[in-house]
């Protein structure tokens, strides 16, 4: 057995559908990941004026803000999915993650840390919406033989995106 990609995998990557879905999960994954550690690394060097013990309170806070959307919102995300067109559906998720990244900026800008906590929030949200649709789509844009490949791709694409943005993240606060 062989660690290098399987021939079909590198197919997969090659395919229009499957690639602009690789690409929106992986950039999606990356740009959760990049806001939530830039926004904790933030929290600990230079957004907070507050003691340590409340630094890590606000940490504690930011991971469930980030968290808790899923909790709330998986099961409607699921239904919105269920009855609306996949595509659009994405396009449409794909659209308010970047207003919600441009109002980030701008309170980033601003060190406007409760209200990066709120973006937070709604960025979690927006992920839990993501959710649903981004595990029922495979099988309508694949043949069954390639949903092992392509789940595998996917898996390991969003585990390097998280790797990335924590790295990211790490790497332009150390520039700053």
């Known amino acids: 057995m062989s660690l290098m990609p399987h021939k079909r995998q590198i197919t997969l990557l090659k395919t229009n559908g499957f690639k602009a879905y690789f690409s929106t999960q992986f950039l999606g994954a990356l740009n959760d990941n ?55 559906y994405i396009q449409r998720i794909k659209l308010v993650e970047i207003f919600i990244m441009m109002m980030g900026a701008v309170l980033y800008v601003y060190q406007q840390i409760y209200g990066l906590l709120f973006i937070l929030f709604l960025m979690g949200t927006q992920s839990a919406f993501f959710g649903p649709v981004k595990y029922s789509i495979l099988p309508l844009m694949l043949k069954p033989r390639d949903l092992y490949q392509a789940n595998a791709l996917v898996e390991a694409g969003t585990f390097i995106a998280i790797l990335g943005g924590l790295f990211l993240s790490a790497f332009i606060f150390n520039i700053n």
């Open 34 to 88: 990049f806001f939530k550690n830039s926004l904790t690394l933030g929290i600990i060097y230079t957004l907070s004026t507050h003691s340590q013990n409340q630094n890590l309170l606000l940490i504690n806070i930011a991971a469930a803000l980030f968290i808790l959307p899923f909790l709330i919102f998986s099961p409607i995300a699921g239904q919105l999915a269920q009855n609306t067109e996949k595509s659009t």
